[in-house]
């Protein structure tokens, strides 16, 4: 796969990382979620410009390069923030007629996205999460609150502490719990634990998941946003 440098974005608040491969006149727009990053859709990316399409892959705010300009802005994780984010994203680079491909947290964003930019966007596809779900009047069988164990984790402190102290160990631990088949290079699994390294990755992670929940004060100035989705 041809791939260019990382390049960036200025949106109102991030200077938003992407990579930008292929030269198709197809463009898809891939989405990551969470623990993940960019680098995670290579192979998705590889097979897609193989067939003629241009791929675009951002990393969302607090992962890789992706930073808030602002130190003392808001690090939150809130999803109506990062659909902000990327809706923003999409109109710095005039993304128009394109497919996008989100990822968890990808396609919790994406459904966001096509409510807002549906008149640029030709195709969607949504993987691992149905739209509306994880709010805090939801109800869950014991099977799923049982696999969201991180989730309530993360409302804790000492859960906070743990992801701050190891993120490496604790993502690791995810990724062999979710795709216990997965073949991954080590030089591919340490590509992307890099990303959380950025300094904004905890708090935007676990802000994200206290306040889906409920257990975090969303940011006032996304009320109207919220709303709206």
Same mark, same amino acid.
């Given at each position: 796969m041809t791939e260019t440098a990382l390049q960036f974005a200025t949106t109102s608040c991030l200077d938003m990382a992407y990579l930008d491969s292929g030269a198709g006149e197809n463009l898809c727009l891939l989405v990551h979620g969470w623990p993940d990053d960019a680098l995670t859709w290579t192979r998705v990316a590889t097979q897609l410009e193989a067939q003629g399409v241009r791929t675009v892959r951002p990393y969302?705010?607090?992962f890789? $390069? /992706?930073?808030?300009?602002?130190? /003392?802005?808001s690090r939150s994780g809130q999803l109506v923030a990062?659909?902000?984010d990327l809706i923003e994203f999409i109109e710095a680079l005039d993304?128009? #007629? %394109?497919? !996008?491909?989100?990822? #968890?947290?990808?396609?919790?964003?994406s459904y966001m996205v096509a409510a807002r930019l549906g008149d640029r966007i030709k195709g969607?596809?949504?993987l691992s999460v149905g739209y509306g779900t994880n709010g805090p009047g939801q109800q869950l069988s014991f099977e799923q609150a049982?696999? &969201?164990? &991180?989730?309530?984790y993360f409302a804790t402190e000492l859960g906070r502490q743990a992801l701050q102290a190891d993120p490496e160990a604790f993502t690791r631990q995810l990724w062999a719990y979710w795709s216990p088949s997965l073949t991954l290079d080590e030089s591919e699994w340490l590509a992307t634990a890099r990303s959380f390294e950025n300094p904004d990755w905890v708090g935007v992670t676990i802000d994200s998941y206290r306040q889906r929940w409920g257990n975090s004060k969303g940011? $006032? !100035?996304?009320?109207?946003?919220?709303? &709206? %989705?």
């Open positions: 969302l705010r607090g890789g $390069p /992706t930073r808030i300009r602002d130190s /003392t802005a990062l659909a902000h993304l128009r #007629d %394109f497919v !996008l491909v989100g990822h #968890d947290w990808g396609a919790r964003l969607m596809v949504c049982r696999m &969201y164990w &991180y989730h309530w940011d $006032p !100035l996304l009320e109207a946003d919220e709303a &709206y %989705f």
